[in-house]
């Protein structure tokens, strides 16, 4: 199995580097420039996964690799029955098709529209056995494919390139630069490593980090990172997936940063995420912000009141972007109106864009990529017009 930086392993595909040759000699400086990757795919498309992707809602779409309801009896025991599960429970809620297959030995972890689920013979072939310690690990694997998942859908997807401009200006340290429109056509110098669909917009700045570290020792050569660079991983305490002092929905006001972040965006409307909550086991909020230089609406994933960061943001969001973002959430507090003017506008290609799911093609019988591709900087920025995520 394949994850992201968070959990076992990373997925990996380095490339677009001199790999040829002798590569002239580093600048002083090296500049990793992190910015959205465009049109990701899927997790169930392109990573081998241990899970499939159940979907409930129609609407849900842009997945190749799925599983329908009428797969569940691979995933169930011998007592379901696919004709009384349409007469007792066919819905389009994936909480109560969750609770319904449970009671026949699937696991089931709730996502936006969908499930992540597994049953007694992809336990068996993960483990080798099903009983209770297995299907806890197994449990544990979905919960974490669901956190890789939805992070897909929230478009916090990122992608990583390294530049050597060649220059000996030893006042400017290696950096990471985080740049929110991937069609910015800055010179950056020659593109030595590139790395694409990094998941969460921390780990990619880490793993921007470990490229230009990689980099300065092929070449023989010490990092130049300046103390207190914005690309060093953030302390622990304020981890905004940490449960420690998330405060409830009653006690929201209460918190140090309910109305703005600590990096001083303005919180505008808060969600809370009653699905979410139940699978993590502490409550889930999401919010709407925006700040000053930077263009339209945030949506800010998982946020935590208490530390004033969230796990993910979508930026420059769209009125129907903000409505998909919202479905299946409870909004709790509004700080301020949304301006009419601050919603976003496609710019081409996004992860809605494309189209909509093609014929199912169970995951349990669908081949599954083993690679990426790396990281490409957009060459010129698409002038279609179209609905994003």
Known sequence: MVYNGRSKG???SRGMGTKAGRRPPASRSLKAVVTPDVSPESPFDGMSMFGSLLICDPSVGNTRNYVSFEDLDEFCNAKFDIDRFYDEVYTRSERDVATYIRMYGAL???VRGALIIAGHEQIVREYGYDNAD??????DLLRNEAEIY?????GDVWQAIVYDDHTDDESVPDRVVIRYDPWDDDEDGDIVDSLGELYGQEYAEQEAKRMIVDERESRGQTPNFAKGSASRKAPKSRSAYSAKGRPSVGQYDRA???RATSGGHSILRVYYDPGESEMMG???YDVVARKAGIPGLIWGKDYDPASGLWSGGDYDITREKLERHAMGHDLIREYGQIPADAFGRSKGMSQTSRPKSKPKVPASKAAKPKSKAPAKKPVAKPKAEGGRR
Request: hydrophobic share 50%; no cysteine; proline share 4%.
């Open 10 to 12: 990373k997925m990996k």
């Open 108 to 110: 089931a972890v709730e």
């Open 134 to 139: 297995s299907r806890a690990k197994a449990l």
């Open 150 to 154: 939805m992070q897909w859908a929230d």
């Open 256 to 258: 140090r940063y309910a």
């Open 282 to 284: 502490r409550p889930v």
